[in-house]
């Protein structure tokens, strides 16, 4: 299995700061990569996939770079609703496997 | 748009079957570009996929290695939903089950339905 790693686990900032979340696989997934967003009591949210592509309806302020191994996503100018859990998920290979998580704390 | 939800027993003794369902509304379940697929969410195990199902001319499983033994997800074409069983469960199945719309990002998913495994 492709293991995903996060880090960091937790992160506090503050409004309008910027923030990233990074995610590395533990072989090569091209941009097999997908990011989501989690809050408290809900089903998790998709935000980019495809390492960088944009969702519909996803504020710009979220992004997603990186290829291979390594990814990161960027929130700009963390807005108050940002603040929830970060899922990183690999979509190379079955079993389709997930990050442990980032809580994003204020 | 496109919405899923999931129905089932909240609770299940150990050793018996879990068995869910998510009903489709928006799309098909014999939809020739999407899968289906079943992930749960506990404390100990994080966000887990535990398989697909989907249509490419014939039907398709793919399962996770570690429960291969145990789990089934089955189509229904005439009621548009597709559903999970999982045998043989121990407490440690207990967790928040979604289905979720494929095939390779969930851009869909139910709310989730919370299943615990307790005698």
């Known amino acids: 299995d492709i293991q995903m790693t996060q880090s960091p686990s937790s992160l506090s900032a503050s409004v309008g700061d910027r923030v990233t979340i990074t995610c590395r696989a533990s072989?090569?997934?091209?941009?097999?990569l997908n990011w989501y967003q989690q809050k408290p009591g809900k089903a998790p949210k998709l935000l980019i996939y495809a390492a960088s592509g944009f969702r519909s309806g996803v504020p710009s302020r979220f992004s997603g770079s990186g290829s291979g191994t390594d990814f990161t996503l960027t929130i700009t100018s963390l807005q108050p609703d940002d603040f929830a859990t970060y899922y990183c998920q690999q979509s190379s290979i079955t079993p389709l496997t997930f990050g442990q998580g980032t809580t994003l704390e204020i | 748009q496109v919405q899923l939800q999931e129905s089932g027993p909240g609770l299940v003794k150990p050793s018996q079957t879990l068995s869910l369902t998510c009903a489709i509304s928006g799309d098909g379940v014999s939809s020739n570009t999407d899968a289906w697929n079943w992930i749960r969410q506990s404390p100990s195990r994080g966000l887990e996929w535990l398989g697909r199902?989907?249509?490419?001319?014939?039907?398709?499983?793919d399962y996770a290695v570690s429960l291969k033994s145990r789990i089934t997800i089955t189509p229904d074409t005439s009621k548009n939903r597709f559903s999970l069983q999982l045998n043989s469960v121990t407490p440690e199945d207990t967790a928040i089950y979604f289905c979720?719309?494929?095939?390779?990002?969930?851009?869909?998913w139910g709310q989730g339905i919370l299943v615990t495994v307790s005698s």
């Open positions: 199902t989907y249509y490419r001319s014939k039907w398709f499983n």
């Open positions: 072989q090569t997934i091209n941009v097999a």
């Open positions: 979720a719309r494929g095939p390779s990002y969930f851009d869909f």
